[in-house]
């Protein structure tokens, strides 16, 4: 068995219009490289975070740190780890940065140990580690970082992880304001009470997600992409939101919405080409202010972590 | 073209636990029977309601005659007909009695005059109908009885609904004690106003459901047949609820809920050796009380209204 491990953390989209707090996916092409090494000092290093220098190094802090710890304790192990990161998502994206982190750090330590636990079992950890970065646990981001595809979250006591194999044509196209929303402050402009018809409206759209997914039907998706809960809330926080989100439905999007809490927006589109369009879309809209940002064009990603040979 | 035609209209079951407002299925062996002829009155006669005598038979008045008359004026047609109706579905049952009867109405009327409406439209003309009954345009029970399985209503405007199969054993039990609930009274007895994690709970289990359901997941149909918004308030309604379910998901029911708005209460079993068994113990409780009951046992219907030949 190696003593050292390479492995890509995938970024995600969580929430995903109408399924706020129970869905997400992850995405190709953007995520974490960690490295991972056995040491022999019964500890966990978190040796170079690469190009965010203000996250903390102290692995009772980390979100890699923190979730790799859980699993060493349900393990009863004290051996040590050199963590190091390459971190391509921006905190406080919405892209799920510290989600990939968590997940990736966990996938590298159990196949150092030997593979003890299962993906599944593993996005338990991996959630551990989100406590450090959003205040609570929550898996929306994590288990698609782990498993990929979609993943329903459909409930936490105990959790329970449902995996949907995207359409074979469903790309994401995701826009990414260089300025930073903490997941912590985006949650506390969220009501504690609800109107029961627009709940209804979103577990019908929500509902209508899932057929579309699992038939295939693009159009079913696009019209279940609503979100008359949360978004409206949410999005006083993203600069140009109502402007992107015109703009790539008449670029041919299926739907848009917010990624996570923000300030990343996604937008899903049936195949490449439509992708692209709604891609450059987005860069019109953002190319008039004076904020820097991403764009990233991908399908659904199939898979969640991977060993880098 | 033949002027008389005979239809079977089955029984649904909807809310469906977690689904409320959005999610019904059709019950076999139970439904309205009903015989309808062209008359040359140019005008609707509702002649016999067997069995349940206090049913308005003023057209203006009663679900199929309305039903009927909505399909007609879309049509532009002064064609009369006589309806007989044969009520098997007691109203006020929560077994969608009345959507029965405005479903096989407008099929009957549809054939008689050369089928010019798609089963998918004639939902929007049935629910016309519903409004008699519970003052609330409504598709959770209309559309399953017409296109038979299980349906989502994923909104209403426009009018969005999907049909999906059910696992091939997915088995019903229905106990409809024989008093009456009336679905605006039940309705009056909902908060406007609910906490928004116990929404996110509901659109979780929506989503369990529905992928349950497309995958025959027959464990993960039971787990997502969770209701935290509405069994709790109207269930007070229904004596022996808590009673009935308990017993039931001791006898291997893969969930129970309320069906409709009640009294009826329904459970999903996988297999006919199970449904007996939850049978056997809904009779066991309801026994005991002076209460007259009726006890279906059935598959999850595939086909809404039939013709008869």
Redo the contacts between chains.
């Keep these: 068995m190696s003593d050292i491990i390479k492995v890509f953390a995938p970024g995600s989209v969580s929430n995903v219009g109408?399924?706020?707090?129970?869905?997400g996916f992850a995405i190709d092409g953007v995520g974490d490289e960690m490295i991972v090494k056995k040491n022999d000092q019964q500890r966990i290093i978190i040796e170079s975070i690469k190009a965010y220098k203000d996250l903390p190094t102290d692995p009772k802090k980390n979100v890699a740190g923190v979730a790799i710890q859980t699993l060493l304790d349900d393990l009863g192990t004290t051996q040590g780890f050199d963590v190091k990161i390459e971190k391509n998502i921006k905190p406080g994206s919405g892209i799920g940065s510290s989600a990939a982190s968590a997940a990736g750090a966990v996938v590298a330590v159990n196949e150092l140990m030997g593979k003890p636990y299962s993906r599944l079992k593993l996005v338990g950890f991996a959630m551990k580690g989100e406590v450090v970065a959003s205040g609570d646990e929550h898996a929306d981001n994590v288990a698609p970082a782990m498993l990929g595809g979609f993943c329903?979250?459909?409930?936490y006591k105990p959790l329970?992880v449902?995996s949907?194999k995207a359409p074979d044509d469903l790309w994401c196209v995701v826009i990414h304001p260089q300025i930073e929303i903490k997941t912590k402050e985006s949650r506390a402009l969220?009501?504690?009470?609800?109107?029961?018809?627009k709940?209804?409206?979103?577990?019908?759209?929500?509902?209508?997600?899932?057929?579309g997914l699992?038939?295939s039907d693009y159009a079913?998706i696009g019209?279940?992409l609503e979100d008359h809960?949360v978004e409206a809330q949410r999005k006083i926080l993203i600069p140009e939101f109502d402007e992107v989100k015109l703009s790539v439905m008449e670029a041919g999007a299926l739907g848009c919405s917010i990624s996570g809490s923000g300030p990343s927006i996604f937008a899903l589109a049936n195949g490449r080409d439509t992708a692209k369009v709604v891609a450059a879309a987005m860069d019109t809209v953002y190319r008039r202010t004076h904020i820097e940002y991403k764009i990233y064009v991908s399908k659904v990603s199939e898979s969640g972590v991977r060993i880098c040979k």
Tied chains: 1, 2.
């Design positions: 109408c399924g706020f707090d129970i869905l329903l979250i459909r409930g329970d449902i949907i969220l009501a504690k009470e609800i109107p029961l018809k709940a209804i409206r979103q577990w019908g759209n929500v509902a209508g997600l899932m057929s699992y038939t079913l019209r279940s809960i």
